[in-house]
């Protein structure tokens, strides 16, 4: 098993590339089938960034899912939630997600000067650990977003196709 890329190197590539390359080598290092950005505003989660490994269009139930029924909620309110199978953890017997999305580890993304913007996650449709070198890199990561996110108008879909043609504009 390979070393997962430093923050440094993160932010190195985010500066370098964008958004887009460095949530694809986020996401390389790791399992879990998805890496996503989501946005709160109000009530709601917003999807402003979905990175697929398996190059599918976003599904239409993570566009915009209602906080309440979120694993998000937890993260806002926790500071990170760690989960490798939802049906294992109680904390989501409400959530209509759980033993949907399995797999589930996710951080809060903040504003440079403190604030919430939202939650950068990894998940998966099946059971995933996720080893703490990673999670720290996960963590890292949500400081280090915000500046790249501020020109995306919410509900992009990130298949990496989608996400190149995107760039060339």
């Given at each position: 098993m390979t070393l997962p890329m430093?923050?440094?190197?993160?932010?190195?590539?985010?500066?370098?590339?964008?958004?887009f390359p460095a949530m694809e080598a986020l996401n390389h290092g790791i399992a879990h089938r998805y890496t996503g950005i989501f946005q709160v505003i109000e009530s709601q989660l917003i999807n402003v960034?979905?990175?697929?490994?398996?190059?599918?269009?976003?599904?239409?139930?993570?566009?915009?899912?209602?906080?309440?029924?979120?694993?998000?909620?937890?993260?806002?309110?926790?500071?990170?939630?760690?989960?490798?199978?939802?049906?294992?953890?109680?904390?989501l017997l409400s959530s209509s997600f759980r033993g949907v999305v399995v797999a589930y580890h996710g951080v809060p993304v903040t504003y440079p000067r403190g604030g919430l913007y939202?939650?950068?996650?990894?998940?998966?449709?099946?059971?995933?650990?996720?080893?703490?070198p990673q999670f720290e890199l996960l963590q890292a990561a949500g400081g280090l977003l915000y500046p790249y996110l501020q020109h995306l108008d919410g509900r992009m879909d990130c298949a990496p196709q989608a996400a190149r043609a995107v760039a060339a504009l």
């Open positions: 430093t923050p440094a190197q993160f932010h190195a590539l985010l500066q370098a590339e964008g958004l960034f979905l990175y697929d490994k398996q190059q599918e269009v976003r599904p239409e139930a993570l566009a915009v899912v209602a906080l309440d029924d979120s694993f998000c909620q937890f993260v806002l309110r926790d500071g990170s939630l760690l989960v490798d199978n939802s049906m294992h953890d109680e904390r939202g939650t950068l996650c990894h998940f998966d449709l099946i059971e995933q650990s996720l080893a703490q």
